[in-house]
C-alpha cells in the first residue's frame, strides 16, 4: 500500500464550487504540506503543518484553506473555486529534520470550468 | 532566501548519451538540496540529496549529483541515458521560513531517443 495517498485522483468542477481534496499518510510523520504544480512554474507550497495545533499559510494560500483532522490526514479546501486554481495538487509528508525526505503522494488533478 | 534556478526547461539526449541537468541555487543558510524525478502521471520519487556529508551524491537509477559551494550548483548527470530515464526532474532546496518545506526549481523535462 502506498504511504502517501490523495483522494480524488481526478476532480472536475465548475466556477464557485465548493472542494475538498484529501491527503492521508502511514508514514507516522508529523509534517505535512500542500503544494500546487502548474505547467513550467514547478510546485509551489500553499500550506504547510507541523502538527495537528500548527498550520501555516506557504507562498499561494490565498483561495484555499486546510484541516489536519489528525496526525495522519490533512485537506486542503477550495471554498469557491475559480478556474485559475486548474492545477496538479500534490500533498507530501516530512519528519522533522532539514535533511528529512519529503514523501509525495500520487497527485489530485483538479480541473475547474 | 532560498530560490532554485534549473536552466533548460527541457533536454533531448539520445539513448546511451550522458545526462546532465543544471541545477543552480540561492541561500543564505548552508543548503540542503534534493533532485526529484516524476514520471508521467505520478507523483515525485527522490532520486538523492545532499546533506553537508559527501559533496558528491550518489542516487537511485545511477544518477548522481556534485555540490559545488563554489559555483552554488547541484547539477544531475548519469552516463548512459535509458530511455526509461524519459520524465520530469526537479531541483529543490529546503527553505528556512517554511520550516521543512521545499522551494522548487521549475523543472525539466528529459526526452531520450533512440
Known amino acids: 500500500d502506498a504511504d502517501v495517498t490523495q483522494t480524488p485522483r481526478n476532480r472536475i468542477t465548475k466556477t464557485g464550487k465548493r472542494i475538498m481534496l484529501e491527503c492521508s499518510q502511514t508514514?507516522?510523520?508529523?509534517?505535512m504540506y500542500w503544494y500546487r504544480q502548474d505547467p513550467g512554474l514547478g510546485l509551489r507550497l500553499i500550506y504547510y503543518s507541523f502538527d495537528v495545533k500548527d498550520i501555516n499559510k506557504g507562498e499561494i494560500s490565498d483561495g484555499y484553506s486546510v484541516s489536519r483532522q489528525a496526525q495522519a490526514k490533512f485537506s486542503l479546501s477550495l471554498e469557491s473555486a475559480i478556474p485559475n486554481q486548474t492545477a496538479l495538487y500534490f500533498c507530501?509528508?516530512?519528519?522533522?529534520?532539514?535533511?528529512?525526505?519529503?514523501?509525495f503522494g500520487p497527485g489530485t488533478r483538479l480541473t475547474v470550468l | 532566501a532560498q530560490s532554485v534556478t534549473q536552466l533548460g526547461s527541457h533536454v533531448s539526449v539520445s539513448e546511451g548519451a550522458l545526462v546532465l541537468l543544471r541545477c543552480n541555487y540561492s541561500?543564505?543558510?548552508?543548503?540542503?538540496l534534493f533532485w526529484y524525478v516524476q514520471y508521467p502521471n505520478q507523483g515525485l520519487q527522490l532520486l538523492l540529496k545532499?546533506?553537508?556529508?559527501?559533496?558528491l551524491v550518489k542516487g537511485i537509477n545511477g544518477f548522481e549529483a556534485e555540490f559545488k559551494k563554489s559555483e552554488t550548483s547541484f547539477h544531475l548527470t548519469k552516463p548512459s541515458a535509458h530511455m526509461s530515464d524519459a520524465a520530469e526532474y526537479f531541483c529543490?532546496?529546503?527553505?528556512?521560513?517554511?520550516?521543512?518545506?521545499?522551494?522548487f526549481g521549475k523543472g525539466t523535462t528529459l526526452s531520450v531517443s533512440s
Open positions: 541561500s543564505s543558510v548552508p543548503p540542503y
Open positions: 508514514k507516522g510523520h508529523d509534517r
Open positions: 545532499y546533506t553537508s556529508a559527501a559533496t
Open positions: 507530501a509528508t516530512s519528519g522533522g529534520r532539514g535533511t528529512d525526505t519529503q514523501y
Open positions: 529543490a532546496v529546503r527553505g528556512v521560513q517554511a520550516g521543512t518545506a521545499l522551494i
